[in-house]
C-alpha cells in the first residue's frame, strides 16, 4: 500500500452492493447537497440540523451490541468511550482516538458510530471520540485546543505508541492539526494516524474543488470559501493548525489516508500526502470510485464500507505491534 491507487469495486457481480451504492449516491445528491447548498449560517439554523442529524443518527443507527458505549469527559472535554466486549489481549491498554467531521459545525461522537464501532470491533481497542467545540459559538483554534487537551490526557495513562488517531473530513484537518501541535509542543507523536478524505486547505487552492464540484454528490463546494471565514473567524488562514497542508510534515507518524475518486477534496489529501512522502515520511491512500465523501459512516447500509474500516484497522493494528516490538 505504498503507492496511491484505486480499488476496484468490490464485484461486478454482486448487484445488490452496486444499486446500494447508486441509490445512496442519488439520495445524498438529491436531498443532503440540497441542504447543505442552501443551509444558512444563524446559529438558529445551525442548531437546527444539528438537531436533525443527531435524531437520524439515533433513528438509523444500529444499537452495535458488541460495543459498550459510555460518555465522559477528559481533561473537561466530551468525549466518548466506545469499548468492545472482546478486546485484544496482545494490545493492552492501546486506544484508538477519533475526531469526527462535519464542517467543524455539526455532527459529534454519536452521529459517527458507523464509523467508531466497527473500529473498536476490528481493532479490538477502545476507541476515545472527543466532542470538540463547534462554531460558530467557538471559532478556531477552539477546537483545535480540545482535540489537544484530549491527547494529552490519554498521554498521562499510556505511552503514545498505544494511541492512534483518526477522523473524516474536518475532523481529518483536526487531525492533522493535532499533530502539528503536538509536534511544536515537543509531545511524543502516536504509533499512526489515519485521515478519511481530510479537509487540509481552507484556500480552496485545490484543483480537485474545482474539476469534481460537479461530481461530488455531497459536498457544495462554492461554500468553501463561507465555512473558512465562519471557522477562522479572521485567523490567519495558512496557519497549519488551521490549514495543516501549509505546514511541514517532518516526523509525523505513519499515516493512512482514504478518499473518494470523484471528492472535491480529492487534492486536499493527494498534496498532503506529496509532502509527508517528500518529508521521508510514511504515508499510504487508497482512492474509492464512485463513493461519497466519508462514506465509512454508512456502514450500516453499504458493504464496501465495512472492507475500508476493516482496512483501516488492520492498518492500525500492524502499527500497534510494529510500536511494540520496536521497543
Known sequence: MSNTYTHPHTSAADVSTTLRQRLLNWTLRTVIKRRLRALPVEQEA?????????GLAQRFLPNDKRVVIKEGHLKDVAVEHITPTELAADLP????YYIHGGAFILCSPRTHRGITAPLARYTGCEVVAVQYRLCPEHPYPAAVSDVVSVY???L?????????IAGDSAGGNLVLALLHAAREAGLPMPASAVCLSPLTDLTGSGESIRTNIRHDVLLPGERMVELAKLYLDGAYIREPTASPLFGDFDGFPPM???VGDREILLDDSLRVIDKIRHSGGEAHCRIWPDLPHVFHAFSSYLPVAHQALQEVADFMSARFKSAVASR
Open 46 to 54: 445551525i442548531a437546527q440540523q444539528r438537531q436533525r442529524i443527531e
Open 93 to 96: 491498554n492501546h486506544v484508538v
Open 152 to 154: 494529552r490526557a490519554l
Open 156 to 164: 498521562e495513562t499510556r505511552d503514545a505508541r498505544q494511541i492512534t
Open 256 to 258: 493512512l489516508f482514504h
